[in-house]
């Protein structure tokens, strides 16, 4: 049985930062490209960052560039996503997903929240 496992939410301050982690069980990781979304209260759940399977390439939303990194770890099947410079407006539940050709899986979410 696939799981996607995040961690690492919580919440922080503007213009703090944070670090999100997701880990893969029951799937061949590094065959998987992997992503992350978010969806903030009252609005549609946005890609914001992608990593190949052998991150050879990243992309990123506009919303997002400059301030969030992610990264894999194939040796560890867990993908990360560094969020720095963080706003209100990046408070959200951010999820993990697992993409290759039509197979997709998604984990239960972490929530962020950014607030003095």
């Known amino acids: 049985q696939v799981q996607l496992v995040e961690s690492g939410g919580g919440l922080v301050q503007p213009g703090g930062s944070l670090g999100l982690s997701c880990a893969a069980f029951g799937l061949t990781f590094s065959s998987y490209r992997m992503n992350w979304y978010r969806q903030a209260p009252g609005k549609e759940r946005e890609l914001i960052a992608g990593i190949s399977s052998a991150a050879g390439s990243t992309n990123y939303a506009d919303s997002v560039k400059g301030r969030f990194t992610i990264s894999r770890d194939n040796a560890k099947n867990t993908v990360y996503l560094q969020m720095n410079s963080l706003k209100p407006e990046d408070t959200a539940v951010y999820y993990c997903?697992?993409?290759?050709?039509?197979?997709?899986?998604w984990g239960k979410g972490t929530l962020v929240t950014v607030s003095s």
């Open positions: 997903n697992a993409r290759r050709y039509t197979d997709g899986y």
